[in-house]
């Protein structure tokens, strides 16, 4: 079943008309006709399945035909992290991360940081794409860019993965379901935001004897999170 | 410190030569000179701190000033795994496994494989950078590709992850610190594939009730089974 997705359909859709793009993908790229089924997503626990009304490659009109809705997961995995300077490796964590069940990404700028931007709109495409592949349900909330100080302020009381001398924790023997994980650039966290944190009641985390590039220590730390839950 | 691999080296080694390309990389590209120390790692447990005594770019010379030996890990973390279509999603693999500690990868030819042929030394390249990356002083043998069934007779009483039914195990629950597991290809294992592991020993995996991409779940049990360890 190929599946579309667009965050504005719901439970009281009847029928819908894909966008252009996928009007064309769906009509001219797989050759779907009238009476084939696609598979509707919308990222918030909604999966239907509809029927093509009207194979129109430029609206091609369905009606939803079936709708299976999932509850929202009972925690909360959020991956804070400051993106790597060679933005595909920042790509593949997202990938593998939605894979696994990440419900939220926020990227950070901390003082340390070679990448000082970025787009989200790739990202939001890489993390739609692996929740169809994996068949998930929910699409992982990925928030802008924000300065490491700011979102301490803002959410006190998480986890915070660096490479100095601490009081090192294990993620899967410390994990509460819910609070952000906090994973440094190449060039780890400045001391002054790692005692940022500390002063906001961030536990530090161990993630291990050896040194892991900052994309696997998000998807390490994403997976030693997930098997606690 | 600059790290330079040769699997020839080992304690006994006093004065080395480096090949011309790395004699190149020390010499013009990092610009070292008589008296600059590097680190030479032979990927077997030895680091040693090595003195460049002749900076010629086509043999420069060095002379081992220092030499740190560990001790081989005491469990074994075997991935064998069907190659993606994809080469990269397979070589982003090798290096996450390799980062966080997997000592032996295989690649296995199954019935279901849509690649069938591979060149291992890429594959190697990139377990030595990551090796160097993560400081691990052990590179994971790799081996060449065979075919499921072979291998599954020659390897009795691993571990198989695929998507049939069956009676299911999570992998940090039953891995014994050393028997193979295996990671079936986009299509899945064949059924006679699966039937062969369980009459050959093998345990059936889940790995979540997700579908994880190949490399995911490669990756995934390789982190699954270092947890236990």
Redesign the interface.
């Known amino acids: 079943m190929h599946l579309f997705y667009d965050p504005n359909i719901d439970q009281s859709t009847v029928s819908y008309q894909l966008n252009e793009t996928e009007s064309r993908h769906a009509c001219k790229v797989l050759r779907l006709k009238e009476g084939d089924k696609i598979g509707l997503l919308n990222g918030k626990g909604m999966y239907a399945e509809a029927e093509i009304t009207g194979a129109d490659p430029k609206r091609c009109q369905v009606k939803l035909v079936a709708v299976h809705l999932e509850e929202a997961p009972d925690y909360t995995i959020h991956i804070a992290i400051c993106p790597t300077k060679m933005n595909e490796r920042m790509e ?1 964590m997202v990938e ?1 991360v939605t ?3 990440v419900t939220e990404i926020t990227f950070l700028l901390s003082k340390n940081s070679e990448r000082k931007a970025l787009k989200l709109e790739r990202f939001e495409n890489i993390a739609v794409s692996a929740m169809k ?4 349900l929910y699409l992982p909330k990925i928030n802008e860019l924000v300065k490491v100080d700011a979102f301490i302020k803002n959410n006190p009381n998480g986890f915070i993965a660096h490479c100095y001398e601490g009081e090192k924790h294990n993620l ?1 023997t410390v994990f509460d379901r819910s609070s952000p994980i906090l994973i440094g650039p190449e060039g780890d966290f400045s001391p002054e935001e790692c005692e940022l944190a500390k002063t906001n009641g961030y536990k530090e985390l161990s993630l ?1 004897a ?4 900052t994309e ?1 220590a998000g ?2 730390a994403c ?2 999170a ?2 606690t839950i």
Chains 1, 2 share one sequence.
């Open positions: 593949w593998k894979e696994l069940g592949q994996s068949k998930r899967s291990g050896n040194r892991l590039r696997t998807l390490y997976m030693q997930l098997m």
